[in-house]
């Protein structure tokens, strides 16, 4: 097998593949034996045709078709493998000679990692902001818990803060109604500003059987993206005004919370979940932070349009999963936000490529350092999830496959090269959280 290849732009490489005729011939055996088992000759039974009958019946050409596609399952990994490419996606394959009796040869167009010349990822220093848990934000998760306790009347009176109101709700943007934007007899508590900010202050004041229109912008990080950014009309009709009656801040309420013997045990639990759930938080930004930092100092070759085109498929199946699971469909969010899917894939090319190269920076590091998951592991986290699926064959099977073990081998590999980087550069500091 002769093999040469030249490099094209983008980080794609053409290979040629060259087979003489006394390797194409045991290709041609095995395209005629998978032939003669599929075809009905009377006289023979399947997989026992003759060649020269085979050949008579089916053609001289389509065996040496199935040939080349077998001479390809075959030999493309190989050369591959000699010529030392580790390829992205699907190769392009063309058959450049393909007669019987004379040597094959073809052609594959294939997507192979750019080059990535990492910067200094070690000599930065990104600051650890301490976390400090203010006894405002402890009352406030108090607060929280106390109205989840509440109980509530019907009053005959105007809506007051704190209130809990029965309403119609309709969501406008550009004077259309919102698919899923419509609700009947909604129980809203105006004391979390469910919708937006700034809603619980339009609806105090509002006497039973009022309507009232009014403009808001929801914030730019809103958790549904169909509204982030956006300013919405909202109707709203109050139906009924129910007052919430908090339960008293007393011992007995935090033993009725689970094993506290009072509210000062209470109110020290609190702080430490609070604390936990700012770590997080911190160590969520610190990893982007570092991330983006060593993005901006690593050089990058031309990226294969393979890697950009993949990561916007992923992050329209994200925004795609995340509206269905809030009831709403993909088709009306591309008329709320007036853009074709084509044109949405354009403004998604940014957080594409960025994606790409942390992704790029990451295996490049992995590379470099040498940096391994553990096997034990791996296995360990697949145990665990086939334990929590065991009744569900459909995800058992997916979590029993090669292809889930990569994806968890990549998460984890992952997840220990950006944890090998905050190491690297992250150092406390005194500021406050």
Known sequence: MNVTHKNLPKSQVELRVELTIQEVEPFVQKAAQHMSQEVKIPGFRPGHVPMDILKRHVGNVKIYEEAFREAVMDTLPRALT?????????????????????????????SVYPTVELGAYRNFRTAKKSIHVQDKEVEK??????RLRASQKLVQRAVQKGDKVLADLDIFQ?????ENGSFRKQEID?????????FS??????????????????????????????EAEF????????????????????????NYKNLVELREALRVNLHKEGEYKERLRLETEVLREVVERTKFGELPEVLITSEIDRILAELKSELESQGGKFDDYLKTIKKTQDQLQKDLQPQALQRVKSILVLREIAL????????????AEIDVQKKRYENDSKTLKYIESEAYERYIRNMFNTQKVVDFLVEQVAQSSKQDS
């Open 368 to 379: 470099k350092e040498k940096i391994q998951v553990d096997a034990k592991q791996v296995t």
């Open 174 to 178: 550009d004077n259309v109604l919102l």
């Open 235 to 258: 109707r709203v009709q109050v139906h009924e005004v129910y007052e919430v009656m908090l339960p008293e801040l007393k011992d007995d309420f935090a033993q009725s919370l689970g």
């Open 141 to 146: 998760t108090l607060e929280s818990l106390r």
């Open 82 to 110: 000699q010529e030392r490419l580790e390829i992205i996606g699907s190769p392009n394959v063309t058959p450049e000679k393909l007669a019987p009796g004379n040597p094959l040869i073809y052609n594959a167009i294939i």
């Open 190 to 198: 105006l004391n979390l500003d469910t919708f937006v900010a700034g």
């Open 201 to 230: 202050d339009q609806v105090i004041g509002m006497q039973r059987g009022e309507e009232k229109r009014f403009s808001l912008r929801f914030p730019k990080d809103y958790h549904t993206q169909q509204f982030a950014g956006k």
